[in-house]
């Protein structure tokens, strides 16, 4: 019987940077798909239902907080569990992803890629997948 893979989805503007994170994850045997700006990234989110969200803060279209907000307004993904990954680390933005029910707040300048995929993994071990 197959194992199936958890799915990840990573909103994240910076092609560069979106694209190490994608070779990263699919080295560890994970399904992703990435957005390279809010909205198309929130569209994704209501399509595939990910197991869980990786979203960048700052992004054209719709930011990442907007797009966390829209996430738990839906009720078909209002439960998805979302990790932010951005490079604002003042404590108002941590606070303000805590309110809006992030399970993780990663900044980017201090983390590296494996670092953040041991993120993602720990989030989904507590899920079960």
């Given amino acids: 019987m197959p194992e199936t893979r958890a799915k990840i989805l ?7 940077l979106a ?9 560890e045997g994970f399904d992703i798909t990435k ?9 994704l989110a209501k399509t595939i239902k ?8 700052i992004m ?3 930011d990442g907080f907007s797009v966390l907000k829209s996430i738990r307004e839906d009720a078909n993904i209002k439960d998805l ?7 604002l680390g003042q404590d108002e933005d941590v606070q303000k992803g805590k309110e809006l029910g992030v399970v ?4 980017k300048a201090n983390v590296t890629p494996a670092e953040v995929v041991e993120a993602a993994k720990r989030e989904l071990a ?4």
């Fill in 35 to 43: 957005a390279l700006d809010g909205a198309s990234g929130l569209e």
């Fill in 126 to 129: 507590k899920l079960g997948k």
């Fill in 104 to 107: 993780g707040y990663l900044v």
């Fill in 10 to 16: 990573l909103i994240e503007d910076e092609e560069m």
């Fill in 50 to 57: 990910p197991d869980l969200v990786l979203l960048d803060v």
């Fill in 60 to 62: 054209p279209k719709m």
């Fill in 81 to 87: 569990p979302v990790i932010l990954l951005t490079n």
């Fill in 19 to 27: 694209n190490m994170y994608e070779v990263k994850f699919q080295n």
